[in-house]
Antibody, heavy 124, light 110 residues
């Protein structure tokens, strides 16, 4: 059974940093693309970042324009863990952050499984 | 404003067939396949359809999808109360080099 468990969310001041983690189990983590998607309170889904699979430290990464230069996606295949380093946080980054597994090693692959999310609140 | 346009709401009665549209452009729907996600109240999203019309294991055949040009649609037949949820279309955008989601459609079963 595929499981994705996010952690690392919390309350942070504007301009601060957080690192989210997503521990995966039930599949060969290194072989699949992984994605972060966020959902602001009462709003729709917003893609944040994706990273390809295929071995090593991971494939190519992609970030939404809204987070480019501030957020960095990475993966630790030996630990079956996906990360999102978030710097220079803004109030508009407040959201529930979901980790999702792709159908294949390509970043553009459908999001086959989702975690339950971790809440990030940016406020002074 | 989302790159993909969905109606904000839809409704139907039990047993009815409804459709939800998703309109995009040449760099996204026009070039790539469309996924649909279902988000039941208070839960994480779930993949409903991939590659325009492929149902993952466990998804009833009441759900179907289609794509034509730069638009896609989700159809739900034999509407049931448990289908009440938010539905999102999504696709990879080659110009943005990223995934885009529609704004979501809230389905109400009357």
């Amino acid at each position: 059974e595929v499981q994705l468990l996010e952690s690392g969310g919390g309350l942070v001041q504007p301009g601060g940093s957080l690192r989210l983690s997503c521990v995966a189990s039930g599949f060969t983590f290194s072989s699949y693309a992984m994605t972060w998607v966020r959902q602001a309170p009462g709003k729709g889904l917003e893609w944040v970042s994706s990273i390809g699979g295929g071995g090593g430290s991971g494939g190519s990464s992609h970030h939404a324009d809204s987070v480019k230069g501030r957020f960095t996606i990475s993966r630790g295949n030996s630990r079956n863990t996906l990360y999102l380093q978030m710097n220079s946080l803004r109030a508009e980054d407040t959201a529930l952050y979901y980790c999702a597994k792709g159908y294949s090693d390509l970043s553009r692959a459908s999001l086959q499984y989702w975690g339950q999310g971790t809440l990030v609140t940016v406020s002074s | 404003q989302s790159v993909l346009t969905q109606p904000p709401s839809a409704s139907g009665t039990p047993g009815q067939r409804i459709t939800i549209s998703c309109s995009g452009g040449s760099s996204n729907i026009g070039r790539n396949t469309v996924d649909w996600y279902q988000q039941l109240p208070g839960t994480a999203p779930k993949l409903l359809l991939s590659s325009n019309n492929q149902r993952p294991s466990g998804v009833p055949d009441r759900f179907s999808g289609s794509k034509s040009g730069t638009s896609a649609s989700l159809a739900i037949s034999g509407l049931q109360s448990e289908d009440e949820a938010d539905y999102y279309c999504a696709v990879w955008d080659d110009s943005l080099s990223g995934r885009v989601f529609g704004g979501g459609t809230k389905l109400t079963v009357l």
